[in-house]
Structure formats: structure tokens, C-alpha cells
């Protein structure tokens, strides 16, 4: 069945530091990919998506490559914030039928000032 | 719209006591979803309705749990008998399935069960 890997937290970084959370899948067919984000206290957000191979997400500074080679959706920050402390998953789904979420383990992001 | 609603927030309630959850999707959209997050881990798929059929559910979903969507709004999902293993939190999801493409799933804040 479809699965997600990803990279074990928690990752501890200074404000400005450059970010990479990897995260690789295991799927039938060609899943999309997503990246959600959770802060404290407050529910899922989608941060950003890929529907296809070569496919670049991206918002508020992060991005992500739909790598159908490496079966990887690396997600990447140039220079981290403290309010880009969270909690952070990456999942995806299949194109068809439910199109439930198949989500990875998280992985707690803190970032000291 | 103020997006997806789930009440209540916070749920304690004693080993093989029924406990009710609700979620109101955003108005317009046709698929609404229910997963479950145990500590330190991703959420996990549990059932998911098109408009008030539901389509799918997961093995995870035993039958002390039932979900439904009357009318194709809100939805419940109710637990059974409840055990210290249902302890978790419940979120649901809504999206808008049209002309073959599937849009976002938006979540609810959840609801944290703790079974005592």
C-alpha cells in the first residue's frame, strides 16, 4: 500500500539557518504531495503541494520537488524564523478513488532565536 | 465561511461509555473526511463520505464506531463502548470534488478524546 517516510524529529535549528526535512513515499500510480503544517494549538494547514513529477510547491519561503526518480518530496527553507516553529507533515494521495491523505510521522520543527 | 468546525474540542469520558463527535464541512464542498491522530503521529484515514454516501472506510474503523452525514452536510462519528485505545484526536476534512478535480482538503481543529 501507499506510505510515507519521514525524517525523524525533533530538529532543533537558529533563527535564519538554512532547512531541509526529507521525506520519501511509497506508492502505486502517480500520487500527489503535500506538505501540512500544524503550530501549537492550531489544526492542519496545507503549506504546499505537487500534483506531478518535476512539479516545484511552494509558499511562505518553503519548497518542495515532486522527485518521481527518488520517490522524494524534500521539503526546504532557505533562512528559518522562530514563528516557523511547528510541527510539520508530508503525505499524500492517490489521483483516484477517495484521494484520502496517506500522512507521514511529523517532524517537530524548533527554532531558537 | 469560517472554514471546518468540530465540536465539541476536548472530550473526557469513562472506559465503555458512547461518545459523539460532529463536523460541520465548509458549505459548499461535497467530500468530508475523518482521520485520527494518535500522540506523535501522522493522522490516519478513517472514512470518507461524497455528499451523504459514504464510500469508504478503513480496517481501522471497528464496528463500534459509526459515521454519518445526513444530507450531505454535517457529519457525526460515533464511538461505542469506548476503550483507552480510542484515545486520540479526531479530525475531519472537507473538499470540493468537481469536473474530475479534487481540490484541498481543509481540516477542523479537532477533537481530543481521552478515554479514562
Known amino acids: 500500500g501507499n506510505s510515507v517516510t519521514q525524517m525523524e524529529g525533533p530538529v532543533t535549528l537558529s533563527e535564519e539557518a538554512f532547512l531541509t526535512i526529507n521525506c520519501t513515499y511509497t506508492a502505486t500510480g502517480y500520487p500527489s504531495l503535500f506538505w501540512y503544517v500544524q503550530y501549537p494549538g492550531e489544526g492542519l494547514q496545507l503549506l504546499l503541494k505537487?500534483?506531478?513529477?518535476?512539479d516545484k510547491g511552494s509558499n511562505k519561503g518553503f519548497e518542495a520537488t515532486y522527485r518521481k526518480e527518488t520517490t522524494s518530496f524534500h521539503l526546504e527553507k532557505g533562512s528559518v524564523q522562530v514563528s516557523d516553529s511547528a510541527v510539520y507533515f508530508c503525505?499524500?494521495?492517490?489521483?483516484?478513488?477517495?484521494?484520502?491523505?496517506?500522512f507521514g510521522q511529523g517532524t517537530r520543527l524548533t527554532i531558537n532565536p | 465561511d469560517t472554514g471546518v468546525s468540530q465540536d465539541p474540542r476536548h472530550k473526557i469520558t469513562k472506559r465503555g461509555q458512547n461518545v459523539t463527535f460532529r463536523c460541520d464541512p465548509i458549505?459548499?464542498?461535497?467530500?468530508l473526511y475523518w482521520y485520527r491522530q494518535t500522540l506523535g503521529q501522522g493522522p490516519e484515514f478513517l472514512t470518507y463520505?461524497?455528499?451523504?454516501?459514504?464510500?469508504?472506510k478503513s480496517r481501522l474503523l471497528s464496528d463500534r464506531f459509526s459515521a454519518e452525514r445526513p444530507k450531505g452536510s454535517f457529519s457525526t462519528l460515533e464511538i461505542q463502548r469506548t476503550e483507552q485505545g480510542d484515545s486520540a484526536m479526531y479530525l475531519c476534512?472537507?473538499?470540493?470534488?468537481?469536473?474530475?478535480?479534487?481540490?484541498?482538503?481543509?481540516f477542523g481543529p479537532g477533537t481530543r478524546l481521552t478515554v479514562t
Open positions: 463520505f461524497q455528499n451523504e454516501a459514504q464510500l469508504e
Open positions: 505537487a500534483t506531478k513529477a518535476d
Open positions: 476534512a472537507s473538499s470540493l470534488r468537481t469536473g474530475g478535480s479534487t481540490y484541498e482538503q481543509y
Open positions: 503525505a499524500l494521495s492517490s489521483w483516484q478513488g477517495a484521494q484520502k491523505l496517506v
Open positions: 458549505s459548499e464542498h461535497n467530500r
